[in-house]
């Protein structure tokens, strides 16, 4: 199995009864950390509240760093997504720690994703097209075709 290497963890959780996944996020990335231990960060919402309310926090470290209990205490809701980053392009800087969280014109969107994009032109223009307005330029750096978790809300 040569040229096999390990890129980034994603979780993704839903829970049908609106219990709040947001435990259940930090232990998936602490599970996951092996995949990535530059950064990490999580972005929920409860789906019968408020449309476009998705709370996250990310930051460099390690999920034990960066998702600290007194951090983790803050947010609930009943869907969520969670990211560990191993780098393969862009800088370590806080700025790539996802997921991406925007606003558009439909709404907010949480992204998270594992590997690099390869259809940036193309892609730019959609995104153009749909109007979205905010953090454009780093989802097109680090967006990926493959292994995406999305929370739409």
Not at 34 to 47: F, I, K, N, P, W
Not at 50 to 55: A, D, I, L
Not at 89 to 114: M, R
Request: charged residues 20%.
């Amino acid at each position: 199995m040569a040229g096999i290497k390990e890129e980034c963890g994603v979780f993704g959780i839903y829970d049908l009864d609106g219990g709040n996944v947001v435990p259940s996020i930090y232990y998936g990335l602490t599970s996951l950390q092996h995949r990535g231990q530059e950064s990490c960060g999580l972005a929920v919402s409860d789906t019968k509240g408020e449309r476009g309310n998705v709370k996250f926090h990310k930051d460099l470290g390690l999920v034990s760093e960066v998702l600290r209990q007194d951090v983790v205490r803050k947010y609930e809701g009943d869907i969520g997504i969670g990211h560990v980053r191993y780098s393969t392009t862009g800088a370590s800087v806080a700025e790539n720690a996802q997921p991406l969280v925007l606003s558009y014109v439909k709404g907010t969107l949480a992204l998270a994703h594992n590997g690099n994009l390869v259809i940036t032109p193309e892609l730019k223009w959609e995104l153009e097209r749909f109007s979205i307005q905010l953090q454009i330029q780093r989802l097109l750096r680090s967006i990926s075709q493959e292994n995406v978790c999305i929370l739409k809300q």
